[in-house]
Each structure stands twice: as structure tokens, then as C-alpha cells.
């Protein structure tokens, strides 16, 4: 059975520093793997999508990288800002079945 | 390019009630799929729908049941409430095809928030 972890639970930096965030899985047959960031009781919003073949993905400040070997994945956020204020989930999708994993999050806090 | 929208936004039931809630996908989209988020958690996976039919299912019981519709929009029914179905309910849309690669890229709508008195 998948299980997703995400460390740490919550982080608190200053405005303007370069931080990770990490996830890791125990069964490295996945088909993908996705970064979300969910504000507060809203809903999630896709920022990156890794597909099993690939290393990494890029999208303005963010960067993800894929380790399926080692079962891990990072989420490099570049130059925090307040408004990345927000939990971060990853969730994996396995080979052959629809139901995708995910890890309880890493809750960012930057602060001004 | 419409998004997924769920309705309604938040409800409030008592123990042993049905709910339905419902979910739009988004536009091009032939996949739904339904989340429970508790308190603190991760999403759990409850079922997906495609092409009308249930295309996969999680560790939840028959009292979850759904319904897709030709248009690809989706209802997702919870019979006998009980105080633990207290939670966020999340629908996200996909594209699946049989015929070519798929990204399997989930988008999500705002949720429903349920909660069981």
C-alpha cells in the first residue's frame, strides 16, 4: 500500500528565502506525481505534474524534482513571498488503479 | 474554459440524513473523481467516474455511492450521516483517453463542506 509523507508539517520563513519542501513514497511504481497548494478551506490548485519518465518540472519560482528510486520528490520554491502562504500537498498515482495518494501536506507560512 | 465548480459550498445535516453533492468538470474533461479531506489530512481517494460507470473505488463503504451523467458532471451521495463523514469534499476532472498517452493530471473545484451534527 502507497503511504505519502511530507516533511515538515508546517514551516515559517522570512520573506525572500529559497526553501524545499519534501515529500517521499514507499512504492516507487507510480505513474505520476502532482504539487498542489490549498488555502485555507478552499480547494487545491495544481502547480506542477511530474510524469514517471521525467526528473523535473519548472513553472516560474517553483521547481519539482522526481527520485522515484529513492521514493522522494522535492518542491523548491524560490524567493518566498507572503502570498505563498498556503499548504503544499503531493500526492502520487500508481501504475493500474485511479486512486492517488496523498501525503497530509506542509503548511508554509512567510512572513513580511 | 470553464472550471470545476461544486455546489453547494458548505451544508449542515444531522446523524442518520442523506446528502448529494454535486460537481461540474471542467470543460473537455470525461473524469471525475471524489475526495474526502478531514481536518489536518490529505485528501482520500472515494471513487472516479467515466464514461457513467465507476472506474475505481477507495476504502469507503456502499453508503458512498455516485452517479456521472452524459454531460460528465457527477453527484456524489452519502446515506446514514455519520459524525465522521464531517469533512471537505473535493471533486477534480480529467482527461482519460484510451487511445493516447495520458497525463492523468487531476484539477480540482472548491469542495463542499460537510458537517455531520
Known amino acids: 500500500k502507497q503511504e505519502v509523507t511530507q516533511i515538515p508539517a508546517a514551516l515559517s520563513v522570512p520573506e525572500g528565502e529559497n526553501l524545499v519542501l519534501n515529500c517521499s513514497f514507499t512504492?516507487?511504481?507510480?505513474?505520476?506525481l502532482q504539487w498542489f497548494r490549498q488555502d485555507p478551506g478552499k480547494g487545491l490548485t495544481s502547480l506542477l505534474l511530474?510524469?514517471?519518465?521525467?526528473r523535473e518540472q519548472t513553472s516560474g519560482r517553483l521547481n519539482a524534482s522526481l527520485d522515484k528510486s529513492s521514493g522522494r520528490s522535492t518542491l523548491y520554491i524560490a524567493a518566498s513571498q507572503p502570498g505563498d502562504s498556503a499548504t503544499y500537498l503531493c500526492?502520487?498515482?500508481?501504475?493500474?488503479?485511479?486512486?492517488?495518494?496523498f501525503g497530509a501536506g506542509t503548511r508554509l507560512t512567510v512572513k513580511p | 474554459e470553464t472550471g470545476v465548480t461544486q455546489s453547494p459550498t458548505h451544508l449542515i445535516k444531522t446523524r442518520g440524513q442523506q446528502v448529494t453533492l454535486r460537481c461540474s468538470s471542467q470543460?473537455?474533461?470525461?473524469?471525475v473523481s471524489w475526495y474526502q479531506q478531514a481536518l489536518g489530512q490529505g485528501p482520500q481517494f472515494i471513487f472516479q467516474?467515466?464514461?457513467?460507470?465507476?472506474?475505481g473505488r477507495g476504502n469507503f463503504p456502499p453508503r458512498f455511492s455516485g452517479l456521472q451523467f452524459p454531460n460528465y458532471s457527477s453527484e456524489l451521495n452519502v446515506n446514514a450521516l455519520e459524525l465522521d463523514d464531517s469533512a471537505l469534499y473535493l471533486c477534480a476532472s480529467s482527461l482519460l483517453s484510451r487511445t493516447y498517452p495520458n497525463t492523468g493530471e487531476l484539477f480540482f473545484g472548491e469542495g463542499s463542506r460537510l458537517t455531520v451534527l
Open positions: 470543460s473537455g474533461h470525461n473524469t
Open positions: 511530474i510524469q514517471s519518465s521525467q
Open positions: 500526492a502520487v498515482r500508481p501504475y493500474n488503479n485511479n486512486d492517488m495518494r
Open positions: 467516474y467515466y464514461r457513467e460507470e465507476e472506474n
Open positions: 512504492d516507487s511504481a507510480i505513474y505520476n
